[in-house]
Each structure stands twice: as structure tokens, then as C-alpha cells.
């Protein structure tokens, strides 16, 4: 699509939806999704370097609806301008200084509560009206719907003739779960955020449903006010709020770029554990008089600006859907996409998991995308932005062969498969990275460059090739980029990896489905890897802890052997599990907590596999055992819901018995 056409479709969509958000309260899309169209509009606009007609960029929101009366704020009811980073503060804080002269600028930081800005009027002490920012300078009178937040003070202690009073009225999130629940229990049309519940029940029209929803109140603003108003700042204004009832969120002020730095980086490091929802910080100049200097340039003041954390949802655009192959031969599709960076992160390929998820995004080849990454959340694809098509998109070429070795390929559930197994160059290489990983046969110098050279080059054919490398010892040294001593570190490597334990083995496998956890019960239950090896379903399906999908997956790995089992196991000599005198733990499912002086966690859970336990990743009913270091993390409260005994690290020792 050409960019002006992109412009104008992406015009329309965005004043589409500041219809569909301010006016009609019926968002189609998430605030997250709409700033990443915005983000969208605007990059393209900076591009082609003139400013669009109508632009949604110059807008602050549309007009009020009707059903309320409307009222003039006495102040205008303002937008704010975004940073995302210290260059941009350092920008505005260059602005503030060129304007108020040289001198030191005090800030005031607090959060930006992602609501619905609503601002109170006190006339003579007493509330009079409460009102929506509506289009910043007309808003709807809103004030018994206001009245049904608790502590909205009624009356002023020390008041001055008139006082505008501005906050951002929300939900917590534990609010805003229940009443979707209860919209969804009676088939109702589901909130999309806390910030849209908010705006639908603040102008909900029937004062029963407003009252029967908790909403809650940050207050932050000083609007409009008559002259005997005299606090000077924004501190002693916030002062002025708490000694009044309203409630207020934290605040903190400092005069330098680092301090405030600093400080945002704390609010953001926080916002995980807040039960309501933050977008930002909003950073003010404290001090009135400069920021009545300073005043403001079309929807924004120039004494403030939001420092709005990485946003977590982008738009980006879709070069080509391809396939990969993985190392149990299902082959997942992923769209390559124009790199964008999200949260710290630029990404340019995203997993769509399976066939089924690929039909039901509907993708195509070039289509507009929208991608979510939340913290170190592996990112997602939320939705094909089909409005935005201009017909250059083409449809995705599904393979029918499979993109490494050719081989026809298969659908078992919604899996695309290739079922070549080790001569799929691909699956062998997966293969090789799993079974060399710490956790499996633990051999180091296998990294990524050396396994697919030593795949492509023919060194390693099967499993068992990996052990039979040395016979080639002085070809592979003088390989381009394969260095003498990494090739011997290799080798060493591999020969002291020959005596696993069982369960060590059948973790390497790779079987599906099988983590360590059940190889090491498989390991004990076993003893031995051709009993292992010749089991059956009905016998797997007498353990404990194997379920019917477990259970199936062993006995296809087991009767489909794609790994040449019997020549792998030829070139080792896997440890019988056996139950020694100090297999005290024999069984027991123990799990680790915090930190330890001595130990690290990986070394402990070896500890507690060579002694029979099973270390378990979550606390359940059924733990036996929790280890419990420094900084404990929540499974040390789980454990004590669940009477579990602790062992301290003072206690170790005897109780690992080492
Ligand atoms: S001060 C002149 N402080 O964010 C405007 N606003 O995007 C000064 N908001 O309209 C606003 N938390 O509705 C301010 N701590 C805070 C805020 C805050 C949320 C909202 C407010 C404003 C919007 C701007």
C-alpha cells in the first residue's frame, strides 16, 4: 500500500474510533491497540512530512455527547504531550528553561493513572458539580454518578470562593474482573478495559448501575479557582487535597534530569504490583507562577509532560508468513514482520503456534498487524488489522512439502508435521540442541555454529554420530572457525557424558510431553532403560503421576523410534536407577525457593535427583518438601497455606544428606 493511501485509511479508522470511545462509549479496539494505530498515523505523518487536514493528532477528543447537560470548565480541561525517553525529557525540560530563564526548575512526579479525567467544582466549600473533560473545554455534568465514589469529599475545610479540583476516576483491577463477570454471566457486551468500564459507568445514565459499581478516584489537578486560592505549588496543593480527604497517590519532587529519571523508573518497576492501571508519570513543573509563564500550545501545557512507559502493543506490517521446522518435525508458522521495538525489545518475527491459529487470524501475506509484548512476555500477534487492506495482500503459501528436507508433509490435530525424523536436517538439529542442554546429556561445545556445521557438512547423520566425532578429530580441527582447543573440549565433554543416570537419559530423548519431572519417575519406576524400553500403554497408565496423553506420546516415540534409539544407547552406558541407602528422598517432590549462600538452585535440584527426589516447580497439595532461602518468593506463602514442611538452608545439609 502506498503511504498516503495507508495515511488516509488509518485517518479514518482513528476518528472511527475517537467516535466510537468519546461519543458513543462503545470502543471496538483496546486503549493499547489505538495508540499503536496513532503511533502508526504519526510516524507516517512525520514521514511525509505534512501535517493531514483533520488530523486526529490535533484533536484532544471529540465532541460531548448528549444526554447530559453540558458545562463550561473554567479552566480548560487539558491534553498532555508525550516522552518515552530521557532525550525527549531532556527536549522539554530545554523548553521549560529557554522560557522561565535559566534557573533551577522543581518538578513535581506522580503517576499517570490510565481513567477518565473527571474535575470537580467547590463553590463556597461545598461540591457543586462534577464534570467529564468531554472535549477539554465543554464537559457533561456528571455529579451524581460522582457522588457514588465513597470518599468524593461533600465540603471543603479552609476554601477558598470557587475551586475546580481535577482527578482520574478508575477501576481496580479485582473491580473490573468482577463486573465483566457479571456482565458475561447475563450475555452482556464485555468491558475491554478498566479505563473504558470507567468511562461507561461514569456516563451511565441509570444511577443504579453507577452505584453498583466500586469505581475509585485519584486526585492530581488544580483547574480554575478565584483569587484567594493560595497555595502556591503543586506540593502544598497536594498537601492542601490529603488535608481535605481526597485521595491522592504518591508524589515526590526533584530538580535534576536523574532524580526524575530515576523516580520514573520506580513507578514503572511498580506497576506489575498495583491493582489498578498506570501508563506512565506525569512530570509538572511544581511551581505555579512558572507554569502560568510557561502556559500551554494547542491541547497541551508546556509545564508538563507525560513520560508514558514503552507501550506494549504496536502495529506493524507483515513481509511474509514462512515455516519451521522443529525438532519433533511439527512445522509452526511464524510472520516475519517489519521490525518494530516494544517494551525494550524489537521484534521482527512472531510464532502463530499452529494451521488452526493461522485460519483464524484470516493473515496474509503484507497485511497490517497488531503485536503485543508484555514484559518479558514472548510476543504475540493480537489481530490482522483486515479494515486496513488495499489488495496487495496475498495469501500465505501454505507448504506441502516440508522447507528443510522435502518430505510430504502431514496435519496430525492442528499440526502441520514432517515425519522424516533424524534425516530432516532440521529435526536432527533440534534434536542435538535439546540433548545436549544442561539439563539433558549436559555436553558443552555443541553450541549453534559447530551443531549445524557438523549436520550440514555430514559429520552428524544420527543421535548416535555424536559419539563417534572423534574418528574425524583432526579433519574437524582444521575446519574454518572450528578452533583446536574447542574441538578437544568438545571431545572431552562428550566422553565424560557417557555414563548418564537413567533419568537424565530419558529426558534427552526428547520425547514430548516428557519433562524432567516425569523422566525422573519414569527413571524411578523403570530402574532400567530397556525396561523402559519395552513398555506398554497399560503399564505406563498404572503410574502415579502419567496421564493418557503422556502415556501415548512415550509409545509413539518408543514404537516410531525417531531417534535410532538402539545405536544411541550401543555408544553409552546409562546408569541403572538404583535405590541406594541414601535415597531418603526416594519419590518425595521437593520444591526450591530464594536464594542460597552455597548452593545454586540448579545444584541443588541434582542434589535432590541423585537421592531419588523429584524437584517440582510449583507448590501444590501434594509437595512434600519446600527448600526455603533468602527472598523467598510467593511459593513460600503457598506452602504454608498447604502445611508443607520447610527446610531452612541451615538445615540442608542434614537434610540432603551431604
Ligand atoms: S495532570 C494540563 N496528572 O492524563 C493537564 N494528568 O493524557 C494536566 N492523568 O487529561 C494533567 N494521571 O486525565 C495529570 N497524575 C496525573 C494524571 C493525569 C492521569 C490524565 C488526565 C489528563 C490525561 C492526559
Known amino acids: 500500500m502506498a503511504p498516503e493511501e495507508e495515511i488516509n485509511k488509518l485517518k479514518a479508522e482513528l476518528e472511527r474510533h475517537n467516535k466510537l470511545y468519546y461519543q458513543d462509549d462503545n470502543p471496538e479496539i483496546s486503549d ?91 463553590e463556597k466549600g461545598k461540591l457543586s458539580k462534577a464534570v467529564t473533560r468531554g ?102 496543593f497536594l498537601n492542601f487535597l490529603k488535608e481535605n480527604n481526597f485521595s491522592t497517590n504518591e508524589f515526590t519532587n526533584f530538580s535534576n534530569k536523574d532524580g526524575v529519571k530515576n523516580y520514573v523508573d520506580k513507578i514503572l518497576s511498580s506497576r506489575e504490583d498495583l491493582d489498578y492501571e498506570i501508563d506512565g508519570a506525569v512530570v509538572k513543573v511544581d511551581d505555579f507562577s512558572k507554569q502560568e509563564k510557561l502556559g500551554f500550545v494547542s491541547k497541551a501545557p508546556r509545564w508538563a509532560v507525560a513520560w508514558k512507559f514503552p507501550a506494549t502493543e504496536k502495529v506493524s506490517k507483515v513481509k511474509k508468513v514462512l515455516f519451521s521446522v522443529g525438532r519433533t518435525g511439527v512445522i509452526t508458522p511464524f510472520a516475519t514482520i517489519e521490525p518494530v521495538l516494544i517494551a525494550g525489545a524489537n521484534i521482527s518475527n512472531i510464532s502463530l503456534h499452529n494451521m488452526d491459529e493461522l485460519k483464524r487470524l484470516e493473515i496474509m501475506d503484507n497485511d497490517s498487524v497488531l503485536v503485543r509484548r508484555a514484559g518479558d512476555v514472548i510476543p504475540q500477534l493480537v489481530k490482522v488489522n483486515k479494515e486496513l487492506r488495499s489488495g496487495d495482500e496475498t495469501p500465505v503459501k501454505i507448504p506441502d512439502k516440508c522447507p528443510s528436507c522435502e518430505s510430504e508433509l502431514f496435519l496430525d490435530g492442528p499440526f502441520l508435521k514432517c515425519g522424516a525424523g533424524m534425516k530432516c536436517k532440521k529435526q536432527l538439529f533440534g534434536f542435538f540442541e535439546h540433548f545436549v542442554s544442561r539439563k539433558a546429556m549436559n555436553i558443552e561445545g555443541l553450541g549453534y555454529k559447530i551443531n549445524k556445521t557438523l549436520i550440514n557438512l555430514g559429520y552428524m547423520k544420527s543421535a548416535a554420530d555424536l559419539f563417534r566425532l572423534k574418528k574425524y578429530e583432526s579433519e574437524l580441527k582444521s575446519l574454518e572457525g572450528f578452533g583446536e582447543k574447542s574441538i578437544e573440549n568438545l571431545f572431552q565433554s562428550i566422553e565424560s557424558s557417557r555414563e548418564p543416570s537413567l533419568a537424565m537419559f530419558i529426558y534427552s530423548l526428547g520425547i514430548p510431553e516428557v519433562g524432567e519431572t ?68 526416594d519419590n518425595k517432590k521437593i520444591v526450591i525457593t530464594g536464594t542460597f549462600e552455597e ?31 533468602e527472598n523467598p518468593g510467593s511459593k513460600l506463602r503457598k506452602a504454608e497455606e498447604f502445611g508443607i514442611e520447610l527446610v531452612k538452608e541451615e538445615n540442608l545439609k542434614e537434610f540432603l544428606k551431604i
Open 518 to 585: 516425569t523422566a525422573s519417575s519414569l527413571a524411578r519406576y523403570f530402574k532400567t532403560f530397556s525396561n523402559f524400553k519395552n513398555t506398554n500403554l497399560d503399564e505406563l497408565l498404572q503410574m502415579d503421576n502419567i496421564g493418557d496423553i503422556v502415556a501415548q506420546k512415550i509409545i509413539n516415540f518408543l514404537s516410531t523410534d525417531p531417534i535410532g534409539i538402539d545405536d544411541l544407547v550401543n555408544e553409552l552406558s546409562i546408569k541403572d536407577f538404583i535405590v541406594t541407602e541414601d535415597s531418603h528422598l
Open 599 to 629: 548452593y545454586s538452585r540448579e545444584e541443588l535440584k541434582d542434589i535432590i535427583k541423585d537421592k531419588g527426589g523429584i524437584p517440582s516447580s510449583s507448590v501444590s497439595s501434594k509437595t512434600n518438601y519446600l527448600i526455603c532461602g
Open 135 to 236: 472535549d477539554g473545554i465543554t464537559g457533561e455534568v456528571i455529579t451524581e454518578n460522582v457522588k457514588t465514589i465513597k470518599h468524593i469529599p461533600l465540603t471543603l475545610k479552609d476554601y477558598p470562593e470557587v475551586i475546580e479540583i481535577r482527578g482520574e476516576v478508575f477501576f481496580r483491577l479485582k473491580h473490573f474482573k468482577k463486573i465483566n463477570e457479571e456482565i458475561e454471566s447475563k450475555n452482556g457486551k464485555k468491558f475491554l478495559s478498566p479505563r473504558n468500564a470507567a468511562a461507561g459507568t461514569l456516563r451511565n445514565l441509570d444511577i443504579e448501575v453507577v452505584a453498583s459499581r466500586p469505581l475509585d478516584v485519584f486526585f492530581y489537578g488544580l483547574g480554575g479557582h478565584s483569587s484567594d486560592f493560595t497555595k502556591r505549588n503543586q506540593r502544598d
Open 32 to 122: 493499547a491497540e489505538y495508540d499503536a494505530l496513532y503511533q502508526r498515523f504519526k510516524d507516517l505523518e512525520a514521514k511525509q512530512n505534512k501535517k493531514e487536514k483533520l488530523s486526529p493528532t490535533d484533536k484532544v477528543g471529540a465532541k460531548p455527547a448528549r444526554n447530559f447537560e453540558k458545562h463550561d470548565h473554567i479552566k480548560p480541561m487539558l491534553s498532555l504531550n508525550n516522552v518515552f525517553n530521557e532525550e525527549e525529557f531532556e527536549k522539554f525540560e530545554e523548553r521549560v528553561l529557554k522560557r522561565v530563564g535559566n534557573q533551577e526548575i522543581i518538578y513535581s512526579i506522580e503517576p499517570k493513572f490510565d481513567g477518565i479525567g473527571v474535575s470537580l467544582t467547590y
